[in-house]
């Protein structure tokens, strides 16, 4: 995977950087949204396939980016495809701050040190170049105004936007609930990026699993799961 292109999980995460405050918006769902952004980004690189409502790896050889590698070592050595719910809610300690760590690498956000309470020190971070996060914003904004089918990877984007709750951020009021209705409608246009969606919102809702089908033909009682929460040791963006 060539790092000319930028990572769905970058671009979730810039798409969820408020330019005025340089802190993140949905922080606690947004962690589960970049979990679920990296099984989406990983699969479009053809290394894992949806199987049903589990994630299968088909191709173990890596991408090149060390932190969907680490992902994708974590699944292979599953040996069986997994539940993309249970990948989801699993222990995502640190993620939201390794993907601003490495922006900050990359020159598109700069920490800015700061205190809480004037006590708790916290680092916020500030867009560098807004143009870039225009763009990704752009996409959505042509996907949801001219109703055109967007290609697979503004799709997920839109639909993991969705998942973790950033309609209200990036369209708020009374005047945006039309375009979130839009955005939560494009979830249907990637198979990927929708299972993974309706994941996160799963565990968001602490539902492990949709009532299925047993043997018999009877349904099965959904098993729950705890939503993860935030763990960072302090607060980092997260407010």
Same mark, same amino acid.
């Given at each position: 995977?060539?790092?000319?292109?930028?990572?769905?999980?970058?671009? =979730?995460? =810039?798409? !969820?950087?408020?330019?005025?405050?340089?802190?993140? *918006?949905?922080?606690?769902?947004?962690?589960?949204? #970049?979990? +679920? *952004?990296?099984?989406?980004?990983?699969?479009?690189?053809?290394?894992?396939?949806?199987?049903?409502?589990?994630?299968?790896?088909?191709?173990?050889?890596?991408?090149?980016?060390? $932190?969907?590698?680490? !992902?994708?070592?974590? #699944?292979?050595?599953?040996?069986?495809?997994?539940?993309?719910?249970?990948?989801?809610?699993?222990?995502?300690?640190?993620?939201?701050?390794?993907?601003?760590?490495?922006?900050?690498?990359?020159?598109?956000?700069?920490?800015?040190?700061?205190?809480?309470?004037? @006590?708790?020190?916290?680092?916020?971070?500030?867009?560098?170049? $807004?143009?870039?996060?225009? &763009?990704?914003?752009?996409? #959505?904004?042509?996907?949801?105004?001219?109703?055109?089918?967007?290609?697979?990877?503004?799709?997920?984007?839109?639909? =993991?936007?969705?998942?973790?709750?950033?309609?209200?951020? =990036?369209?708020? +009021?009374? &005047?945006?609930?039309?375009?979130?209705?839009?955005?939560?409608?494009?979830?249907?246009?990637?198979?990927?990026?929708?299972?993974?969606?309706? *994941?996160?919102?799963?565990?968001?809702?602490? @539902?492990?699993?949709?009532?299925?089908?047993?043997?018999?033909? +009877?349904?099965?009682?959904?098993?729950?799961?705890?939503?993860?929460?935030?763990?960072? *040791?302090?607060? @980092? !963006?997260?407010?």
């Amino acid at each position: 995977m060539g790092r000319s292109r930028r990572t769905l999980p970058e671009e =979730l995460l =810039l798409l !969820a950087l408020d330019p005025a405050t340089g802190t993140t *918006a949905q922080p606690q769902s947004l962690d589960l949204g #970049l979990a +679920g *952004a990296q099984l989406v980004e990983l699969a479009l690189a053809g290394r894992i396939a949806p199987d049903g409502d589990r994630i299968a790896v088909v191709m173990p050889r890596p991408t090149g980016d060390p $932190t969907l590698d680490s !992902a994708l070592e974590l #699944l292979r050595r599953r040996g069986s495809p997994v539940r993309a719910v249970h990948w989801i809610g699993g222990p995502r300690l640190g993620l939201r701050q390794t993907y601003l760590s490495h922006l900050e690498r990359c020159g598109m956000v700069h920490a800015v040190a700061g205190q809480m309470c004037g @006590v708790l020190p916290t680092t916020r971070y500030q867009a560098t170049d $807004t143009a870039i996060s225009r &763009e990704i914003r752009a996409r #959505l904004d042509s996907a949801i105004r001219t109703g055109v089918p967007p290609d697979p990877r503004t799709a997920a984007l839109a639909a =993991l936007a969705h998942a973790v709750g950033l309609g209200k951020h =990036l369209y708020p +009021g009374n &005047e945006g609930r039309s375009s979130r209705s839009r955005l939560r409608d494009l979830i249907r246009h990637d198979p990927m990026g929708g299972l993974v969606a309706h *994941a996160v919102m799963d565990v968001q809702n602490g @539902v492990g699993a949709q009532p299925r089908r047993g043997a018999a033909g +009877g349904r099965q009682a959904a098993v729950p799961v705890q939503p993860t929460r935030g763990r960072m *040791a302090r607060a @980092v !963006a997260s407010h």
